[in-house]
Structures are given as structure tokens and as C-alpha cells.
């Protein structure tokens, strides 16, 4: 197999489990659980962390993403 369709497979996949843990992520938000959220966005720092160092995120894009995520946990915990 050539290295572009195992890199383009291997993409697929980290790009598929990011919006997978996103969208687990957004559901805990919705529903009002800090503490399943809290758990959830350290999962989802890692491959969003993990994916930029692969080059599939570039490292301006996973460092923002992140960083609104923080942001919508502390809003949570904070009861806003």
C-alpha cells in the first residue's frame, strides 16, 4: 500500500475519533455534568494534541480549539 493512502487511512480515523470525543464532550456540556465534561475535554486535549503533532490539526488551530473548550467548561463550572 502506498504511504499517501496509509497516512490519508490514519487520518480518517484520528479525524473520526476527534469528533466522536467532541461531540461526547458537547453532550456532557448540554446536560449540565462538570465533572463527565471535565474528563471528556481531557480526552479530547490529547487527540486534539496528538493530531497536531501529526500534522493533521495545524498547531494554531488544535492550540484555539482547546482553548474554547476551556473556556466552555469554565463557563459550566461556573454556572453561567
Do not use: C, W
Amino acid at each position: 500500500m502506498r504511504k499517501d493512502k496509509k497516512r490519508h487511512q490514519r487520518n480518517l480515523r484520528i479525524i473520526s475519533e476527534l469528533k466522536t470525543a467532541d461531540k461526547r464532550f458537547a453532550s456532557y456540556l448540554n446536560a449540565k455534568k462538570p465533572k463527565e465534561a471535565k474528563e471528556a475535554l481531557a480526552l479530547l486535549v490529547s487527540k486534539i494534541g496528538k493530531a497536531a503533532s501529526k500534522g493533521i490539526l495545524h498547531r494554531n488551530t488544535a492550540s484555539r480549539k482547546v482553548s474554547r473548550l476551556k473556556i466552555s467548561l469554565n463557563k459550566l463550572e461556573k454556572g453561567q
